[in-house]
């Protein structure tokens, strides 16, 4: 087995999935979204291997999505929006999401809110028995993974920042949480639910 760990491409990019998003609700073509992107440098970004680089990632991860998640975006506010950047995260990189849902939100069940640099490296460990290429690559790359991963959950709000590494707990709107449960109710622990409030949520829930 192997992880996807090319989010270290960029960070959350939640104002360029709003971007992106608004796009492809107007054409609903993802290759006219990449166009439009790409060649008017929406991203702002200098070369145009970086441009390709980074709408390629964004689109992967937004591609994740339910339509009725992206369609969300159009009346998320600023947190929502946050929380469906760093869903389509957990959706595409398997590793961000197994570190938030079976560290930090052990560590939060306990009432322990302080990340620590061993929780990290503890599960780096325990999943490179599992994952060939956790063993394969450069101690640059895994450091820049662990940098970007932070990076992405400091964003999200998951964590103070990346250097203090002090967790909160987000809070969804029903809204969202709604949209959540009607795809994966799993994907609640990304945000640091305990089993017995998502088993509430679902129960919840009108199908």
């Known amino acids: 087995m192997t992880?996807?760990?090319?989010?270290?491409?960029?960070?959350?990019?939640v104002y360029e999935s709003e971007m992106v998003v608004d796009l492809f609700l107007e054409c609903g073509?993802?290759?006219?979204v990449r166009k439009e992107v790409v060649e008017n440098n929406l991203l702002q970004k200098g070369t145009i291997s970086t441009r390709k680089r980074?709408?390629?990632?964004?689109?992967?991860?937004l591609q994740t999505l339910k339509d009725k998640q992206l369609s969300f975006f159009k009346e998320?506010?600023?947190f929502?929006?946050?929380?469906l950047a760093l869903l389509?995260?957990?959706?595409?990189?398997?590793?961000?999401?197994?570190?938030?849902?079976?560290?930090?939100r052990d560590k939060i069940l306990l009432?322990?809110?302080?990340?620590?640099?061993?929780?990290?490296?503890?599960?780096?460990e325990s999943k490179s028995l599992l994952y060939d290429n956790l063993n394969t690559i450069t101690p640059n790359t895994r450091y820049k993974i662990k940098q970007v991963m932070f990076k992405i959950l400091e964003q999200a709000g998951i964590i103070d920042s990346a250097k203090n590494k002090n967790i909160q707990k987000p809070y969804l709107s029903k809204e969202l949480i709604k949209l959540i449960v009607q795809?994966?109710?799993?994907y609640l622990k990304g945000f640091l639910y305990s089993d017995a409030d998502i088993k509430e949520f679902t129960k919840e829930v009108k199908w």
């Open 3 to 13: 992880y996807t760990l090319s989010f270290t491409t960029g960070s959350l990019f």
């Open 29 to 32: 073509d993802w290759e006219r």
């Open 54 to 61: 980074e709408f390629h990632e964004i689109k992967k991860r």
């Open 76 to 78: 998320a506010n600023s």
């Open 80 to 83: 929502d929006m946050k929380y």
């Open 88 to 104: 389509s995260c957990y959706k595409t990189y398997k590793f961000i999401y197994d570190f938030v849902s079976e560290i930090i």
């Open 111 to 124: 009432f322990d809110y302080h990340l620590l640099d061993s929780d990290y490296e503890r599960f780096y």
């Open 183 to 186: 795809d994966d109710p799993r």
